[in-house]
Each structure stands twice: as structure tokens, then as C-alpha cells.
């Protein structure tokens, strides 16, 4: 194969591992979210009034909560699929990316039936490899578990939002509380008793290609309208969440370098006037938002920390379409990888498997808020789509 192939080959994992680092930057914010309290225990009584006189305005949270609701915006246009009917060819049978999804975990599920020698982690890991096989169902378990992780985050920040608050405003947070909680009520029966109607609304805007362009632009913004940087007792967004965001904004780059798109993007720019090519191009919506991302991640966050800025240097530098196969050859084989497999098909495997890892992680992370979480979500994809698909996909 040709250097070209190669890297063609090579985009979809880099893609993968774009959305893996995406996932793994919400651990240090949730961390910080709940446990940053329990380091201001160690400060001392006297500076503790001091900040407590000098703080007029609401205590700073990692990352933000405006910032967390632009992350849920871009990331439910990412999965928009996951949540609307799409049916298959037979009865009970799924289409979109829930059908691939269902298809995928019954494949996998009906493989470790009938293996009989596998042990307790091999049949997990071969049902999540069988299950995430497909670039579809991939991306629909990505937008599940970010909204889960989202909806933990922003229940951690309005935990930590919540009492000084209460404390600020007293008695008038209160009755602005429950106005907005009783504002909300007619919302909530609306949307009850018009699901159909709102659905179908819905169904027409969402086959827009544009949604799918807002995406990127609403993360840049939810980056750009993060909290700054600071340690946990001040309430600063993680370097890490930074390293990882800057890393997967790296890794989207590269994939679509790696599958060609850079060039065919590119091309009107040579071909017609720079205004005429700028105006409605697709190269602006694709690597606009993550140019913009990288520089205000780097001039703001990353600038003045050289062990973070590293870091990120150094993941970029591994997920390059150049580097990462060369690479991956000689790990795959030191850690005895089947060589009948395309080393590509073996890293999205590697990848699928961690990923796992990382989604399980946040359950430690988030605590009970993460299962109350994926319980909504659980129930939610189950009144849209039925029961009747996972019973089959089960059988």
C-alpha cells in the first residue's frame, strides 16, 4: 500500500481517538466539580474570612456551566440520529444509528454465546469489539456517554453553585427558584402532551447538513467561554481537560487531512478569488472552528504552562496519519496482537476497548449523579425507539 492508502486507512481510527480523548476530558472537570471543595479544608481559618469578604460576585467552577450547555448543544446535534425512528427492513428492526448499534451488541452478544472458552473479560472485550465494529454505531455510543457525562457535569457545577447562591440572594433565590420552576411546568406539559407534533417538526430540520456544521462552532464557543485557568481551590478549568480538548481538536484535523478532504476543500481557494472561495466553503465550517479552538486553547490556557503544552504537543504529535502507523506496527507486535488482523482493524479495536474503560471510569468520577444519568438516558432511548429491537437483538 501506498503512503496514501495508509493514512486513508488509518482516518477512521484517528477520528476514534479524537472522540476517546474528547470523552477523557470531562474526568478531571467532574473530579475537580466534586472533590475541589475538600482541598479549601486545608486553608486557614483567617484566610478564609479574607476570601470570603473579597468575593462580591458567585464562586468560579471548572469549565463553566455556560460552557458545559454548549457542549450538550454540540454534542446532541453530533448524535441527533440516536434520538428519532428510523426503521429497518423488518419488523421490530431498527435503522440509523440505533439500528447499527443494536445490531452490533446482538452480533457480539450472540459470538460470546456460542464461544464457550472465553473468560469473564474476553467476553466482554469481544462483545465491545463486535459492537463498536461499525463507524455508526461507534458514533452513536460516543454521543450517549459525552450527554451522560455532560448531564453529570453540569449537576456537579449546580451543586457547587447552588448554596452560595442561596447564600448571596437569601430568601429572594428562593421565590426566583420556584417562579422558574413554576415558568417551567407549562413547558413540561407542552412538550409531554405535543411529543408527537414536536417530533415531527423536529424530524424535518434535523436531516439539515447545516446542524451537523453548528456543531464544531458551538464547541469552539463552549472552549472559548470555559472558566480560566486555575488550580482546584479556585475554582479553574483542569489543564488536562485542556490538553485532551486541544488534542482532539488535533486529531479531527488529522483525520480529515488522512482522508483527503483537505485537498478537495482547498482546491476553490486556487481557483477563484480568496471572498468568492471564503463565502459558503466547506473548509471554513470544517477547520475554522478548530483552528480558533487550538489558538485560544494554546494563547490562553496552554501558553504559559510548558508540562501541559508539552503533553499536548507530544499526543499530536503520536495521532499524525505519518507517525501513527509506523508506530502502531511495533507496538502491536511487542504486545502480541494477531498479525492476520489489518493494523488499522487492531488499533480500533485497542481504541474501542479503552474507550470502554474510560466511559466505565466515570462512574467512580460522577458517583451516583452517573447512574442516575445513564438511567434518563436509558429511558429516554427506550420511549423513543421501543423495547422490542433489544429484545430480538437478545434472543
Given at each position: 500500500m501506498s503512503s496514501a492508502e495508509v493514512m486513508r486507512a488509518f482516518a477512521e481510527v484517528i477520528f476514534r481517538i479524537g472522540d476517546l480523548l474528547s470523552l477523557a476530558s470531562l474526568l478531571p472537570v467532574i473530579l475537580a466539580c466534586r472533590f475541589g471543595d475538600l482541598r479549601k479544608r486545608h486553608i486557614q481559618s483567617n484566610q478564609k474570612k479574607e476570601q470570603e469578604q473579597q468575593q462580591d460576585k458567585l464562586p468560579r467552577v471548572p469549565l463553566g456551566f455556560i460552557s458545559t450547555l454548549l457542549l450538550i448543544a454540540a454534542e446532541a446535534l453530533a448524535c441527533r440520529g440516536v434520538f428519532f425512528v428510523t426503521k429497518g427492513k423488518g419488523k421490530a428492526t431498527l435503522g440509523g444509528p440505533m439500528g447499527a448499534l443494536v445490531a452490533g451488541v446482538g452480533k457480539g452478544y450472540k459470538t460470546v454465546q456460542t464461544t464457550k472458552s472465553l473468560g469473564f473479560l474476553d467476553r466482554v472485550s469481544t462483545m465491545v469489539v463486535i459492537a463498536f465494529d461499525q463507524e455508526t454505531a461507534f458514533n452513536a455510543v460516543h454521543g450517549i456517554a459525552m450527554l451522560v457525562a455532560l448531564l453529570t457535569l453540569s449537576t456537579a457545577i449546580l451543586g457547587r453553585l447552588a448554596f452560595p447562591v442561596m447564600k448571596q440572594c437569601g430568601r429572594g433565590?428562593?421565590?426566583?427558584?420556584?417562579?422558574?420552576?413554576?415558568?417551567?411546568?407549562?413547558?413540561?406539559?407542552?412538550?409531554?402532551?405535543?411529543?408527537?407534533?414536536?417530533?415531527?417538526?423536529?424530524?424535518?430540520?434535523?436531516?439539515?447538513?447545516?446542524?451537523?456544521?453548528?456543531?464544531?462552532?458551538?464547541?469552539?464557543?463552549?472552549?472559548?467561554?470555559?472558566?480560566?485557568?486555575?488550580?482546584?481551590?479556585?475554582?479553574?478549568?483542569?489543564?488536562?481537560?485542556?490538553?485532551?480538548?486541544?488534542?482532539?481538536?488535533?486529531?479531527?484535523?488529522?483525520?480529515?487531512?488522512?482522508?483527503?478532504?483537505?485537498?478537495?476543500?482547498?482546491?476553490?481557494?486556487?481557483?477563484?478569488?480568496?471572498?468568492?472561495?471564503?463565502?459558503?466553503?466547506?473548509?471554513?465550517?470544517?477547520?475554522?472552528?478548530?483552528?480558533?479552538?487550538?489558538?485560544?486553547?494554546?494563547?490562553?490556557?496552554?501558553?504559559?504552562?510548558?508540562?501541559?503544552?508539552?503533553?499536548?504537543?507530544?499526543?499530536?504529535?503520536?495521532?499524525?496519519?505519518?507517525?501513527?502507523?509506523?508506530?502502531?506496527?511495533?507496538?502491536?507486535?511487542?504486545?502480541?496482537?494477531?498479525?492476520?488482523?489489518?493494523?488499522?482493524?487492531?488499533?480500533?479495536?485497542?481504541?474501542?476497548?479503552?474507550?470502554?474503560?474510560?466511559?466505565?471510569?466515570?462512574?467512580?468520577?460522577?458517583?451516583?449523579?452517573?447512574?442516575?444519568?445513564?438511567?434518563?438516558?436509558?429511558?429516554?432511548?427506550?420511549?423513543?425507539?421501543?423495547?422490542?429491537?433489544?429484545?430480538?437483538?437478545?434472543?
Open positions: 433565590a428562593c421565590k426566583h427558584l420556584f417562579r422558574l420552576m413554576a415558568l417551567a411546568v407549562p413547558v413540561f406539559l407542552f412538550g409531554v402532551l405535543r411529543w408527537q407534533t414536536i417530533t415531527k417538526a423536529w424530524k424535518m430540520v434535523q436531516t439539515e447538513k447545516s446542524l451537523a456544521d453548528i456543531r464544531m462552532f458551538l464547541r469552539a464557543a463552549a472552549l472559548i467561554a470555559a472558566t480560566g485557568p486555575g488550580s482546584d481551590e479556585d475554582g479553574g478549568t483542569p489543564a488536562m481537560f485542556m490538553v485532551l480538548q486541544a488534542s482532539s481538536l488535533v486529531c479531527s484535523f488529522w483525520a480529515h487531512l488522512a482522508t483527503g478532504d483537505l485537498a478537495s476543500i482547498l482546491k476553490p481557494f486556487f481557483e477563484n478569488p480568496l471572498l468568492t472561495a471564503a463565502m459558503d466553503s466547506s473548509a471554513m465550517v470544517t477547520f475554522l472552528p478548530i483552528v480558533l479552538g487550538l489558538l485560544w486553547l494554546v494563547a490562553v490556557h496552554l501558553y504559559h504552562r510548558p508540562g501541559p503544552f508539552m503533553l499536548t504537543t507530544l499526543i499530536s504529535s503520536v495521532s499524525s496519519p505519518v507517525v501513527l502507523p509506523s508506530l502502531w506496527a511495533s507496538v502491536a507486535s511487542n504486545l502480541g496482537l494477531s498479525s492476520s488482523l489489518a493494523p488499522e482493524k487492531s488499533l480500533s479495536q485497542v481504541v474501542s476497548i479503552v474507550y470502554t474503560l474510560v466511559f466505565s471510569s466515570l462512574y467512580c468520577a460522577g458517583g451516583t449523579v452517573t447512574f442516575i444519568s445513564t438511567v434518563l438516558m436509558v429511558q429516554l432511548l427506550l420511549r423513543i425507539h421501543g423495547i422490542e429491537a433489544w429484545e430480538q437483538a437478545f434472543a
